[in-house]
């Protein structure tokens, strides 16, 4: 008889004998998830997928072969909807017989297709996404269709769409006629244009970098849009090669104005590349009517130069490149403006000249009026001086004379002496009873000075002349000891 207990029992129910073949290697594979990067036969990978991708010259195609599942790929929210509908149609499809799916991608899309495979193997839809590969992979999900991966991808672009990606962003959405994301992308480049990393304008290729500068959006300064234009074309001289491509750059609607340091290097790139046309600039397909209205390149390039012609002109014709002022350090600017100017046709050259020299002479002019201006105000200045000095010496003088007078009373002041109090003043002296109150006091002021008298005693000084009872105030009394 077996006894059971309220506790948990230990039964005895047999081992697991099932004749398994299974190796070590196989056994370590079962365990894992699953995923593309496996051994396709320990994976038991059902379906292939061939990547191929041109290299940069287009005369050879690069293939990568990806052994995936077709579950993982048609089933789940993770789901490609191409493939889920690949995998259901029943068509007599050559994909379908060979188990294979051959696709031609861009470059970064390929290099971004395992990062797209991840996320729809990933349990919990793991994303590695990048400035770098999130416009390929927004690709990638409406290629194959995988709204989850477009949701993600769309959410990163989102926070990181900025001013130092949005070139980024515009060259990968090129590529894959993203227009949306054009749009925005070239948006924020033209916004941020003037503050913008040359470097990262420099990586735009010429079509975009055009497109950034013809962008209503842009926001920038004309003589600072010469300045960003003329380095690029330095590091894009292909395409400064193109017929328009410069007048296309230099619209005087968006560049009225040229810097005077690259007014030269704007002059000499027109007279080498321009239009077949003649001397007019082709405004890309403006009207001709209103372009004639407008100066050309070569009129606002003389102007620059002309304006600023003690930098520009002047280093060019001296023939060394020793700065002209103490700003200006760099030697090789002056060599650089030197060369540019040598290369220019002589007709331009004389039209160069005549406008700086107009230039110059209206400087000399201002000059000369400035000088006289400043002149009479030194004059006048003068004058105040003069005038200011002329008072400050009759104060001096003024001031001496208070300064005797002063001296002189005081020395008259110390000549008198107070009487001290015991002594006694004859009545036939003052006006005043000398007999009223006690002493010499009285209600009434005296009318004259008492007399030097021997018994006054010069070394107290307690005499006193009056007191009014009233008010109880007692006058002192002095006598005058000068001549």
Partial sequence: MVMFSDQMNSFDLGVYDYDDDTNEKSSSVISKNLTWRLDPEDSLSDWKIVVETETENNDEINQTTYHVHKNMLGVGPRRSAYFSRLFRTTQQLTELESSTSVVRLECSAAAAFPDMLDFVYSPVGNLDVSTENAVALRHLSLYFGIRSLFSRVNAFIQGDLNASTSTTYLTEATIYHDDKLINVACMLCAHYFANSSMVQLEALPPCLFRKVVK????????????????????????????????????????M???????????????????????????????????????????????????????????????????PLHHHDTSSTDGVTRKNEYINLPPHVKIELLESALYTASQDIDSALSANASLNVVIQSQRENIRSVKAERETSVKELIK???????????????????????????????????????????????????????????????????TKEAKYWPIYYYSGS
């Avoid at 001709?288 to 280093?315: F, G, M, V, Y």
Wanted: hydrophobic fraction near 25%; include cysteine; aromatic fraction near 8%.
């Fill in 215 to 254: 962008s209503s959006h842009l926001h920038c300064g004309s003589e600072v849009l010469s300045t960003r234009v003329s380095e690029y074309c330095r590091a894009h001289p292909e395409a400064v090669e193109d017929n328009g491509y410069l007048e296309s750059l230099t619209n005087p609607k968006k």
């Fill in 256 to 322: 009225p104005h040229v810097h005077p340091k690259e007014a030269l290097y704007l002059l000499s790139l027109w007279i080498q590349n321009r239009s077949c046309d003649g001397d007019n600039d082709n405004h890309d397909g403006e009207d001709q009517s209103e372009s004639t209205h407008t100066p050309s390149l070569q009129q606002r390039c003389i102007t620059a130069s002309s304006k600023d012609w003690k930098n520009t002109l002047a280093r060019s014709f001296s023939s060394d490149s020793t």
């Fill in 402 to 468: 208070a300064q005797n007078k002063l001296k002189m009373f005081q020395s008259e002041m110390k000549k008198f002496k107070r009487v001290p109090k015991e002594h006694r003043f004859d009545a036939s002296d003052c006006v005043y009873s000398s007999t009223y109150g006690y002493g010499y006091n009285s209600r009434h002021a005296p009318s004259a000075m008492p007399r030097i008298d021997k018994n006054i005693l010069e070394g107290d000084k307690d005499g006193y002349l009056f007191c009014d």
